[in-house]
């Protein structure tokens, strides 16, 4: 399919003239060649880059402070989790699943929900040395859990973040989290969705996520591009669109045709609370 500037695009990826066209209009993007140039190019990103970044916040006490504890998924962790599909596509046992490559932060005083605060030098965002997996050793040998790569590491099914969720519960003290999810918006142009979900140890996390968009305040055109694991630098604009269902662990699909076709996302269960009725 070529657009009338002589722009090569495939018709899937923006799935037909009719959206592509519908999709302009809702996004504020002129009718001009740079504006349907931007569109077409937008559109083929959702299509093709479907990755998404995570971040898990956690109240805690840590060195004796209260604040909060930030793991944020990184590159490494983003290839490790691909590897740990493949591993359980063919049935292979997960020993070192993809979290434990997140980056870790500690915010002195940061209360949960605090979003805009993690960019605030008030609360003193120190990068911890090491990563995630670094952290769970350190404090389960300060706790003298022997055998914690088999309680927390292992995952023998589907439930790919249960192991972390366990160590956050048992070892981290923490009883209540927020686990938060960015991934390429397709309801503004060079916008990110973010979706927070509260997770609560031994209670059936809810089906549906506070939804919000970030990076969309701006001129479309004046707007700078932001990729998922730059979240960081557009947090304090958020406005609010309500709450849409969960998403996937593995994986973020922006494109309406597919995600209309994603049964409910998977969510894990662990001793004590009620299976989700439907998958």
Partial sequence: MVLGLGIPVDEEQIGGMDHFLATMHGWRMPATSDGITRTATYMQKLYTQSYFSTAIQIPCIFNSKAGCIVAVSTSASTRRMMENMAQEAAGQIIVEPHWMLYDVWWFDGLVPF???GMTMAMFNGTQLSGN???LVDTLCADRGIADWKGK????????????????????????VW???TFGYSMHAYNALDMYVSAFTFGIQPPRESAWYLLNSWQDPMYRQEMAPEDWWRCIEHMIGMGQREAISEWKLMNWPAIQARLPHTFRY???GMTPPSRM
């Fill in 152 to 175: 927390y590491l292992v995952c023998l099914h589907m439930e790919y973040l249960y192991g972390l969720r366990r160590f956050i519960h048992e070892v981290m003290g923490c009883s």
């Fill in 132 to 134: 995630l997996g670094m």
């Fill in 178 to 180: 927020l686990e938060i």
């Fill in 269 to 271: 269960t662990v001793p």
């Fill in 114 to 116: 605090n979003f805009v």
